[in-house]
């Protein structure tokens, strides 16, 4: 049996190969088209203005500490690279919300091998999206203060050294959190059981979040790593048994 932390990447890798066979491909279409249109749009306006912003985040240093730009460069274009990604999944993800609510309920129908939930419709779809995009709002509301006191961090000179590591690390537990959260939503789990939950399950979620974040940084990778996550989530809530997280 593997270890919790090996499960992240097993269940993405199943999700992968789920929402690539036949009976979930349409819903997949839809939310794919989002994250081409959205990445197409955020390259360009990354590539304008990346080298701007790596000068504005670098120290000033000494003429006699000059050698060390060298060193610290580096961690300034990572530290660049992560807020660029966390917008783009963040507004990828508000947008698909309710395509990625709706692809983890047919996923779920597939392992579980039942349908407990209603027909599709447009109808249906579009009764999602209050809600969908309400949950996006939580996990906005939950983020942002968390990745302000990061950007605030990252603006210390000296300090910000620290900042991309830590920036890493709330991204892989962003991860989890954001795509784990779409089954629990369909089963109204409520967002603080739902993220105390994720705690009680915190290597088996950090390494699920790790594999989802290495996916979602590698470029075109990440148009068909985002549907995955959905897949690769709802087996990590069928599988890690998160109905049981409903009745405590």
């Known amino acids: 049996m593997s270890t919790p932390v090996l499960s992240g990447p097993q269940y993405l890798r199943e999700g992968l190969k789920l929402v690539l066979s ?17 990445f197409a749009a955020l390259i360009g306006f990354a590539v304008r203005g990346f080298g701007g912003w790596v000068d504005q985040l670098m120290p000033s240093l000494p003429d006699w500490a000059g050698f060390l730009a060298y060193i610290i460069w580096p961690l300034f274009v990572v530290l660049v690279l ?27 129908v597939v392992v579980r091998g039942q ?15 209050p809600r969908t995009i309400g949950r996006e709002m939580r996990k906005l509301a939950y983020f942002l203060p968390r990745a302000g006191a990061l950007l605030i961090l990252s603006l210390i000179p000296g300090v910000n ?4 590591p830590l920036w890493l690390l709330f991204g892989v537990w962003m991860m989890a959190v954001q795509y784990i959260d779409y089954p629990a939503d369909n089963h109204k789990l409520g967002w603080n059981e739902m993220l105390a939950w994720l705690r009680e399950k915190r290597w088996q979620s950090l390494g699920f979040g790790g594999i989802t974040y290495l996916a979602l940084l590698i470029p075109l990778v990440n148009l068909v790593a985002m549907p995955a996550a959905v897949a690769g989530a709802t087996l990590f809530w069928v599988r890690e048994e998160g109905d049981k997280a409903l009745v405590k």
């Open 161 to 164: 050294i620290i900042a991309a």
């Open 82 to 108: 992560l807020m660029v990604f966390f917008t783009f999944t963040m507004l990828a993800n508000i947008i698909a919300a309710p395509f990625n609510g709706f692809l983890a309920e047919k996923v779920e």
């Open 22 to 38: 036949p009976g979930l491909r349409l819903f997949v279409l839809l939310p794919l088209t989002v994250n081409v249109l959205l």
């Open 115 to 129: 349908d407990d939930f209603p027909p599709f419709s447009w109808a249906e779809l579009a009764a999602m999206v």
